[in-house]
């Protein structure tokens, strides 16, 4: 058939019915990349509500910016295996890759100034399995879900005081983590800090038996507490300092302990804490063996993302870790690309 | 010289419309999914990789068919522009089916971040850690991505304008629908 010179009423048609199905496939396209939803909680915005009005960190983590790296092992007692089948939980020694930080988005960071005191920590089993995480300090998290969150660091960044007050009430939460914040004793040492998961994560064991976990990295040194004033008068990286020169002398140790839950525990929601009384068992011991600077550390070019999980392990209904992954690999991304601005050989600090 | 077939082989056949539906959802997957961060960005991203992968072991056995047993010939009264651009849109089309399961592979090796596909496969790592290498690889995933897309909507309008307005038995060679070989014979 020949392609007629002038269209008929039905090729009108068809063109017509080609011209709507591109479109709609155009239309279903862009509304699945959000296109046409500005509303949508994105990495992207999430990323853009971390940026502090002086700029992005270039070539910086978007948060927990500031950090050092370190290595050491894992040693497992075997306990864990009654829990979950990672290997990492069969009694043994395991490499460890990690990154104390601290969380803010200023790599330049006053270390007396921050509050939150965070680990990345990845554990390597013997045929490069890998299991990775991101823990901070506090007991219980700031906020119930990701959108909390989001609103918390817009609310955080607004001048006005009345957005912080109107924030509370909205979640009201926060009051907890508000007065940790305020009254939790300070230390003088990564060391000296407890680390946890905060998020929830469901362990399978051999058998099958799944339990919906937490745990926490537990110091061995002796936390002692002294005035965030105190803090302030020491040197902006004391921090640093500190941890180089404890290593230096002897490895650092911090046990891991796993609670389980209880049923009907709140396991989607990091804001709230579960019972003392929930079973808790020691499954092993971290030992941090050598300090490196992060420019020319290990722990730079890795994504602690907390979803990067063993065999044995996954995530369970709190909706934290799937964000967190989203949002750090955008992170991630956008730091490599920029790595030309990462201060790699010269002078490390302004 | 062997008779051209009129048809493509049902395996053919069968490939190109499988693939064509899980581009198309990988497609969707993959701008969706960089656009949230629900809970569903996991699955999401989980299907993501092992679609991506599952589909260059495919696009690989249809590309040893397609040498194999050939095309059927494009109608002789095609203008020359528009076998030309035929014969283009398709090689490009054979080019991001490679292109893009490679790239996000190497993307995610170059970020040192392990590639474990569904039912816990891991693909070990080709790549070292590379900022520069993972930049180059995501930015080309990225936008490859979106030409595909692009190049898959002006394929599906041409595939349209064959079937309708043409009607010159181009699309009865892929149909998926088995049929009586009443087209037109090709030359
Ligand atoms: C939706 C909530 C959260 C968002 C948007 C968020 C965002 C981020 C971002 C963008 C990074 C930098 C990632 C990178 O470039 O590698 C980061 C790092 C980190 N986050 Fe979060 N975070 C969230 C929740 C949490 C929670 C609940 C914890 C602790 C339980 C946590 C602990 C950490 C730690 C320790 C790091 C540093 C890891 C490292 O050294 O690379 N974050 N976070
Ligand atoms: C992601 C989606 C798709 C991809 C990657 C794709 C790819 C291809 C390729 C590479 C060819 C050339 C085959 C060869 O010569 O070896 C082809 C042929 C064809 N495709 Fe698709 N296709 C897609 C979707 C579609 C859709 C949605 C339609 C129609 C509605 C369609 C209709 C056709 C037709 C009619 C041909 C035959 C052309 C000829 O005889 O030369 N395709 N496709
Ligand atoms: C036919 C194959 C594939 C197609 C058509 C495809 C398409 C896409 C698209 C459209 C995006 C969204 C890009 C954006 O808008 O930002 C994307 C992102 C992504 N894809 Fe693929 N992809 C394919 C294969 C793969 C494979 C095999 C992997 C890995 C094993 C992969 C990993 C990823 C990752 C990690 C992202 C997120 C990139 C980021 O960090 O922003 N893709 N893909």
Same mark, same amino acid.
């Given at each position: 058939m020949k392609l007629p010179g002038r269209l008929e009423r039905s090729s009108l048609g068809s063109l017509i019915l080609i011209a709507a199905v591109l479109g709609c496939s155009a239309a279903a396209f862009a509304y %699945? !990349?959000?296109?046409? %939803? &500005?509303?949508?909680?994105?990495?992207d915005r999430m990323i853009a509500a971390l940026t502090p009005p002086s700029g992005?960190?270039? #070539?910086?983590?978007r948060n927990h910016a500031k950090g050092i790296c370190f290595t050491g092992t894992f040693e497992a007692n075997g306990n864990g295996v009654e829990l979950s089948r990672a290997k990492v939980f069969a009694q043994g020694r395991y490499p460890v890759l990690g990154r104390f930080n601290l969380g803010t988005a200023d790599p330049n960071a006053v270390d007396a100034t921050?509050?939150?005191? $965070?680990? #990345?920590?990845?554990? %390597?089993? !013997?045929? $490069?399995e890998e299991w990775r995480m991101a823990m901070i300090n506090p007991p219980f998290f700031a906020v119930s879900t990701p959108e909390a969150f989001h609103e918390l660091l817009v609310a955080a960044g607004k001048k006005e005081p009345e957005a912080m007050t109107a924030f509370t009430r909205a979640n009201p939460e926060f009051g907890a983590f508000a007065a940790w914040a305020k009254s939790a004793p300070w230390t003088a040492s990564y060391a000296e800090e407890p680390y946890n998961s905060l998020n929830s994560f469901v362990f399978t064991n051999a058998k099958g038996d799944e339990h919906t976990v937490r745990w926490s990295l537990v110091p061995?040194?002796?936390?002692?507490?002294?005035?965030?004033?105190?803090l302030q008068k020491r040197g902006p990286d004391f921090l640093e300092q500190d941890i180089t020169d404890r290593v230096r002398s002897a490895p650092q140790r911090w046990?891991?302990?796993?609670?389980?839950?209880?049923p009907g525990d709140p396991t989607a929601d990091p804001s709230r804490a579960w019972p003392e009384n929930r079973r808790k068992m020691q499954v092993g011991t971290l030992a941090v063996q050598r300090i490196e600077a992060e420019r020319d550390g290990p722990c730079r070019d890795i994504n602690f993302d907390p979803t990067v999980l063993p065999q044995g392990v996954r995530v369970s209904d709190d909706p934290f870790p799937a964000a967190r992954s989203s949002v750090y690999r955008k992170s991630y991304d956008l730091r490599a690309s920029? !790595? $030309?601005?990462? &201060?790699?050989?010269?002078?490390?600090?302004p | 010289m062997i008779r051209a077939p009129h048809r493509f082989a049902p395996i053919q056949r069968l490939l190109h419309w499988l693939m064509a539906l899980c581009i198309i959802a990988m497609l969707f997957i993959g701008v969706g999914m960089v656009s949230t961060v629900a809970p569903k960005y996991l699955p999401l991203i989980l299907i993501h990789k092992t679609l991506g992968v599952a589909l260059l072991i495919l696009v690989l056995i249809r590309l040893a068919l397609r040498l194999?047993?050939?095309a059927p010939p494009l109608p002789a009264d095609l203008p020359p522009v528009m076998k030309l651009g035929a014969k283009l849109s398709h090689l490009l089309l054979y080019g991001f089916m490679i292109v893009m399961p490679l790239l996000g592979l190497g993307m995610l090796w170059a970020a040192a971040y392990p590639v474990v596909l569904f039912g816990g496969i891991e693909i070990p790592a080709l790549l070292q850690q590379s900022d520069r290498g993972h930049t180059l690889l995501w930015n080309a995933h990225v936008y490859l991505g979106l030409a595909f897309f692009a190049l898959v909507l002006l394929h599906l309008a041409a595939a349209l304008f064959h079937a309708l307005i043409r009607r010159d038995g181009?699309?009865?060679?892929?149909?998926p629908l088995p049929q009586r070989e009443r087209m037109k014979p090709a030359e």
């Amino acid at each position: 058939m020949k392609l007629p010179g002038r269209l008929e009423r039905s090729s009108l048609g068809s063109l017509i019915l080609i011209a709507a199905v591109l479109g709609c496939s155009a239309a279903a396209f862009a509304y %699945s !990349a959000g296109w046409l %939803s &500005p509303g949508r909680l994105t990495p992207d915005r999430m990323i853009a509500a971390l940026t502090p009005p002086s700029g992005p960190p270039l #070539g910086h983590r978007r948060n927990h910016a500031k950090g050092i790296c370190f290595t050491g092992t894992f040693e497992a007692n075997g306990n864990g295996v009654e829990l979950s089948r990672a290997k990492v939980f069969a009694q043994g020694r395991y490499p460890v890759l990690g990154r104390f930080n601290l969380g803010t988005a200023d790599p330049n960071a006053v270390d007396a100034t921050v509050r939150v005191r $965070g680990i #990345g920590l990845q554990i %390597s089993a !013997a045929d $490069g399995e890998e299991w990775r995480m991101a823990m901070i300090n506090p007991p219980f998290f700031a906020v119930s879900t990701p959108e909390a969150f989001h609103e918390l660091l817009v609310a955080a960044g607004k001048k006005e005081p009345e957005a912080m007050t109107a924030f509370t009430r909205a979640n009201p939460e926060f009051g907890a983590f508000a007065a940790w914040a305020k009254s939790a004793p300070w230390t003088a040492s990564y060391a000296e800090e407890p680390y946890n998961s905060l998020n929830s994560f469901v362990f399978t064991n051999a058998k099958g038996d799944e339990h919906t976990v937490r745990w926490s990295l537990v110091p061995t040194a002796v936390p002692v507490p002294i005035a965030q004033a105190d803090l302030q008068k020491r040197g902006p990286d004391f921090l640093e300092q500190d941890i180089t020169d404890r290593v230096r002398s002897a490895p650092q140790r911090w046990t891991m302990v796993t609670t389980v839950a209880d049923p009907g525990d709140p396991t989607a929601d990091p804001s709230r804490a579960w019972p003392e009384n929930r079973r808790k068992m020691q499954v092993g011991t971290l030992a941090v063996q050598r300090i490196e600077a992060e420019r020319d550390g290990p722990c730079r070019d890795i994504n602690f993302d907390p979803t990067v999980l063993p065999q044995g392990v996954r995530v369970s209904d709190d909706p934290f870790p799937a964000a967190r992954s989203s949002v750090y690999r955008k992170s991630y991304d956008l730091r490599a690309s920029e !790595a $030309g601005a990462y &201060p790699r050989n010269g002078a490390a600090k302004p | 010289m062997i008779r051209a077939p009129h048809r493509f082989a049902p395996i053919q056949r069968l490939l190109h419309w499988l693939m064509a539906l899980c581009i198309i959802a990988m497609l969707f997957i993959g701008v969706g999914m960089v656009s949230t961060v629900a809970p569903k960005y996991l699955p999401l991203i989980l299907i993501h990789k092992t679609l991506g992968v599952a589909l260059l072991i495919l696009v690989l056995i249809r590309l040893a068919l397609r040498l194999r047993l050939g095309a059927p010939p494009l109608p002789a009264d095609l203008p020359p522009v528009m076998k030309l651009g035929a014969k283009l849109s398709h090689l490009l089309l054979y080019g991001f089916m490679i292109v893009m399961p490679l790239l996000g592979l190497g993307m995610l090796w170059a970020a040192a971040y392990p590639v474990v596909l569904f039912g816990g496969i891991e693909i070990p790592a080709l790549l070292q850690q590379s900022d520069r290498g993972h930049t180059l690889l995501w930015n080309a995933h990225v936008y490859l991505g979106l030409a595909f897309f692009a190049l898959v909507l002006l394929h599906l309008a041409a595939a349209l304008f064959h079937a309708l307005i043409r009607r010159d038995g181009v699309f009865a060679t892929i149909s998926p629908l088995p049929q009586r070989e009443r087209m037109k014979p090709a030359e």
